[in-house]
């Protein structure tokens, strides 16, 4: 199997403080994990690729002070929304490779976060 | 640049096909995919086609591919209640773990 995994599935924090998500490869080795942002009724917007112990490459307009991405092991990589407002609420994916292909990135549950 | 079109809304009865069309505009797309997602879930892979491809079938989902006219579309047979969610067409450029481009999706919803 390739099961990826999201913690928390949901979270409510207020504004200015920050938030961490973690994504989790669970019964596979990820050499790469994507996190995307998903507003409503709209498409996955790729934000940052993360490669295991080197640093993410954002996306063009995605603040990478605001949206920090660490991939500390081939099983796990964090996004922590900093100063989060509330036009961060979002549904936020990540997903893992297994190989090479696209087609092996397996993607997680989701995380929905809802700044007030 | 890359750009994926989808239809919003597909309405189906129970028991009909269902034929999702997506079009996008980089010739040099590698692999085209399909996506599902149920509501408040993240996207499960259904079936995937290599460019040099025309039709791939998997038991109830049958993918054709126009390639001249960046065509590609998802047929279910026999809708089921099941298969209601939102169905993303994406492309990636080549078989490394290259970006996906994903249209913004197309809602199934499947009536009784």
């Known amino acids: 199997g390739a099961v990826v995994s999201q913690h928390p599935s949901w979270v409510i924090c207020k504004s200015g403080t920050s938030v961490k998500i973690e994504c989790r490869s669970l019964?596979?080795?990820?050499?790469?994990m994507f996190w995307y942002r998903q507003f409503p009724k709209q498409s996955l917007m790729l934000m940052a690729t993360?490669?295991?112990?080197?640093?993410?490459?954002?996306e063009q307009g995605v603040e990478k002070d605001k949206f920090l991405i660490n991939h500390a092991s081939l099983t796990l990589s964090t996004l922590t929304v900093t100063s989060a407002h509330p036009e961060d609420s979002s549904f936020y994916i990540c997903s893992a490779t297994k190989g090479q292909g696209a087609y092996e990135q397996y993607f997680g549950p989701g995380t929905r976060l809802t700044v007030t | 640049g890359e750009d994926v079109e989808q239809s919003l809304f597909l309405s189906v009865r129970e028991g009909d096909s269902s034929v999702i069309n997506c079009t996008y505009t980089d010739s040099s797309s590698t692999y085209l995919y399909w996506y599902k997602q149920e509501p408040g879930a993240g996207l499960q892979l259904l079936t995937y086609?290599?460019?040099?491809?025309d039709m791939k079938q998997d038991q109830r989902l049958t993918v054709l591919l126009n390639k001249k006219d960046k065509h590609l579309s998802l047929r279910i047979a026999d809708t089921q209640t099941g298969d209601s969610a939102i169905y993303f067409c994406a492309e990636s450029l080549n078989s490394g773990y290259s970006t996906l481009t994903f249209g913004k999706g197309t809602m199934l919803l499947v009536s009784p």
């Open positions: 019964d596979f080795q990820a050499t790469t």
């Open positions: 086609i290599f460019s040099n491809m």
């Open positions: 993360s490669n295991e112990g080197s640093k993410a490459t954002y």
